[in-house]
Structures are given as C-alpha cells and as structure tokens.
C-alpha cells in the first residue's frame, strides 16, 4: 500500500512499472495515473512526473494540492482508501484510459490519502569520538 498526504505539492511514490515493459511491443512515453476513492467511487486522473525510471522501479512525483492533471497534480480533498491504475502511454497530455495513446496496465494497486500528514522521519544519530588508550 502506498501512502501520500493531502494537500501537498510534490510528493513522491515509488512502484515498479518497468516490470511490465517486456509484456508491450511499445515503451510508455508516460504515464496516467487513475485514482478512485473506495468511498465515494470519485475518479480523478493526473499524469504523474517522472523522477526516476530505471530496472528497479520507478519514482513518480504527484502533488494533492491543485487541479492540474497535466502537470502532475490533483486536488483531494477526501482523505481515505483510494484504489489506483497505472496506465503506460505514448504521448504526454492524455487523461482518457480508453484513448489509443494507451499501452496497457503497468500497475495496480491501493494508495491510502492521509488524514493528517504523515512526517518524514530522518534519523540522525550522535555517533561519538573514537577514543584509543595509549
């Protein structure tokens, strides 16, 4: 499960599409990223920036806070259990599942929008000096 906070500007996910680009004659230009809250059947669809795309997985950068599909964000205002659908595509504008610029289905899962925004814990520990005896 993934877990992002509300009203946020850039925030970060990692999933791994590039799993399924050996199942497609063609490699995504991008991708559409479908969310569905599990609530209400609410369905927004953004095309999320991508940080990172390599073997491993891929770091996708989405933001809460604004209405702006194209440019990676999208305003949620409930919180709760969303389901979400990966969508790899040829092109960079395309917010349709249904449109011919759709490859296929890279992922599927559940991303959970928090009530309150969850910190990010950076651990910085006090490491002392070595002491030698001579």
Avoid: C
């Avoid at 004659?25 to 991708?31: D, G, I, K, L």
């Avoid at 209400?40 to 996708?60: E, F, H, K, Q, T």
């Avoid at 964000?73 to 969508?87: K, M, N, P």
Wanted: net charge negative.
């Amino acid at each position: 499960m993934l877990y992002i906070n509300p009203n946020e500007a850039a925030q970060e996910i990692t999933v791994t599409l590039k799993d399924r680009w050996k199942d497609f004659a063609t490699h995504p230009e991008s991708y559409l990223l479908q969310l569905t809250n599990t609530n209400n059947a609410g369905v927004y669809y953004l095309i999320p920036i991508i940080v990172s795309d390599n073997s491993r997985y891929s770091l996708l950068r989405i933001g809460t806070n604004v209405l702006n599909a194209v440019g990676g964000s999208v305003l949620l205002t409930e919180t709760g259990e969303y389901s979400y659908v990966i969508y790899g595509q040829s092109g960079t504008t395309n917010l349709n599942p249904v449109n011919a610029a759709i490859i296929g289905v890279y992922e599927i899962g559940t991303i959970f929008v928090n009530s309150t925004p969850i910190a990010e814990v950076v651990y910085s520990p006090t490491i002392p000096e070595t002491i030698v005896n001579e």
